[in-house]
């Protein structure tokens, strides 16, 4: 059974880099057809979608967010990251690392979700 957990620093200075790191067990992040992603949600709003990689190192990002965010992966280390440059309290939100199976067209597995907050 796949697994992804996040890790991180929970507290993140206004206009630093905020990095988080999503490990996956249970299955290699290196196959086709599935896209490794970042999804946010801040207090009192909906889930954001932030960007993803895929098995080739390939990334995507959200419009909005392109301009701070920055997508790698490391297949040794079946780990994927996200850094957010120049954070603001708006960058205060749970986290999350997610597969998207574009075979089945679904979100299947989540992590668990990790909250920053962005705070001097």
């Known amino acids: 059974q796949v697994r992804l957990q996040e890790s991180g620093p929970r507290l993140v200075k206004p206009s630093q880099t905020l990095s988080l790191t999503c490990t996956v067990s249970?299955?290699?992040?290196?196959?086709?057809?599935?896209?490794w992603s970042w999804i946010r949600q801040a207090p009192g709003k909906g889930l954001e979608w932030m960007g993803a990689?895929?098995?080739?190192?390939?990334?995507y990002y959200s419009p909005s967010l392109e301009s701070r965010t920055s997508i790698s992966v490391d297949m040794s280390k079946n780990q994927f990251t996200l850094q957010v440059n120049s954070v603001t309290p708006e960058d205060t939100a749970v986290y999350y690392c997610?597969?998207?199976?574009?075979?089945?067209?679904?979100?299947?597995?989540w992590g668990q979700g990790t909250q920053v907050t962005v705070s001097s």
């Open positions: 997610a597969r998207w199976a574009q075979a089945a067209h679904m979100w299947d597995n």
């Open positions: 249970g299955g290699s992040i290196s196959i086709n057809y599935f896209y």
């Open positions: 990689t895929d098995y080739s190192g390939n990334t």
